[in-house]
């Protein structure tokens, strides 16, 4: 910590000279820093596509992992372990997503997880889990929207983009069994 050292000027006015001078500040002894900052700031990370192939709008794995990891840097976060979610021909028994939390609930020192973006494609079902660890104490952080679920007014944010994504989700399948059902009924018609 520094101060400026103060100094009676020619006129007699107090002022200052513009030298500084350092000033003692407490020394404690304590774990390095390096380990101490990575200790407590231990996360996952989570990315996932929709598809195998990627459009303009949705950035490939690679690129989500690698923007999560320029994230995590600029916050003095450390990645334990990354869980991707590729799309499959077949419905698996756990996804990689129920993987990361079982093994979030096992590993205590987890403060919480990283995710490429809010409108990441997870089911409101997922949202409810991820809603309730928040509410025991872990983190979340959206690497694209710069956001973290540390502040309440960050967190009504993450919320509130949330429901715009579980909404578009919905009405995205209602549209397609719409669809479905009138091609349906056009192919009778014929």
């Known amino acids: 910590m520094t101060k400026l050292k103060k100094l009676k000027n020619n006129n007699g006015n107090d002022g200052y000279d513009g030298r500084r001078i350092k000033t003692p500040t407490a020394v404690m002894p304590s774990l390095p820093t390096q380990m101490t900052k990575n200790k407590l700031n231990l996360f996952f990370a989570y990315t996932r596509v929709s598809s195998a192939k990627t459009d303009g709008n949705e950035r490939s794995l ?5 923007f999560i990891q320029e994230y995590a840097r600029k916050n003095n976060i450390e990645i334990l372990k990354e869980f991707r979610e590729i799309p499959l ?4 028994k756990m996804t ?5 939390l079982k ?3 096992d590993n205590k020192d987890i403060k919480g997880i990283i995710l490429h973006s809010i409108n990441t ?4 079902y997922n949202q409810a889990k991820l809603y309730n660890l928040k509410e025991s104490g872990y ?21 509130i983009r ?8 919905q009405e ?3 549209s397609i069994k719409k669809g479905i059902a009138y091609s349906r009924q056009k192919k009778r018609k014929c």
């Open 172 to 174: 995205l399948s209602r």
């Open 62 to 66: 690679s690129e989500q992992s690698r």
């Open 139 to 159: 983190e979340f952080h959206f690497a694209n929207e710069k956001l973290n679920s540390n502040s309440r007014c960050m967190m009504s944010v993450i919320l």
């Open 96 to 100: 990689q997503f129920d993987v990361m």
């Open 103 to 105: 093994e979030l609930e």
């Open 89 to 92: 021909s077949y419905k698996p």
């Open 162 to 169: 949330w429901g715009i994504s579980s909404f578009y989700v």
């Open 121 to 124: 494609r997870i089911s409101p």
